[in-house]
């Protein structure tokens, strides 16, 4: 009787680790799924024109306001947008800041202004923060930097991760939307 206790109790222990194993590991394929459909890559197919190693810079009043470098530009005339590859935007701000912005893939729409730029997106300032997310999107005519997912933000002396993010480039204000903690690191004084 003993033994047909212990071979019900194996069975059970078995049958419960094959059930949360398979689940962990459809769990694990679901989040895979999901990361990959979050930001999927723009098709570069039938593009208008298509060009390598470009830079551009816009400059109003004799002063520079952005420079744009990319590995390769697809113009997609109807829907008057480009698509980047390996994305490097400089921006100028007024009061002497730089800020430095990489991604993997990026679009801009022309007549708006617009642009979006997703995989591995980092924003590094003159002044030493760097931002880190999966995507960032500017609305021009707002002039607003927004993103959904999780972000991280370092400088010298705090250390902020959180989820989603909008920042008013007028206002010079920004908000992490949720899930946030802020760490800071405090120089020691002897």
């Known amino acids: 009787m003993k033994r047909i206790k212990i071979a019900i109790l194996i069975s059970i222990v078995l049958i419960g680790g094959i059930v949360l194993v398979s689940l962990w590991a459809n769990l694990q394929e679901r ?78 729409y022309q007549n708006s202004k617009d642009v979006e730029v997703v995989g591995d997106v980092v924003l590094t300032s003159s002044d030493g923060y760097r931002l880190k997310t999966d995507s960032a999107s500017y609305r021009d005519s707002e002039k607003v930097v927004s993103t959904p997912d999780p972000v991280e933000i370092e400088g010298e002396q705090i250390r902020l991760t959180g989820k989603g993010m909008v920042v008013h480039t007028e206002d010079k204000t920004f908000k992490i939307l949720s899930q946030v903690k802020t760490q800071l690191r405090g120089k020691k004084k002897i």
Not at 52 to 80: F, M, P
């Open 31 to 108: 989040r895979a799924s999901e990361a990959v459909e979050k930001h999927p890559v723009v098709s570069t197919g039938g593009a208008d024109m298509h060009l390598e190693k470009i830079r551009c810079v816009e400059d109003k009043h004799g002063e520079k306001t952005w420079e744009l470098e990319a590995k390769s530009v697809h113009q997609y005339e109807a829907q008057n947008m480009m698509v980047l590859e390996d994305v490097k935007l400089t921006f100028y701000a007024k009061e002497g800041r730089t800020f430095f912005l990489t991604g993997k893939q990026g679009k801009v």
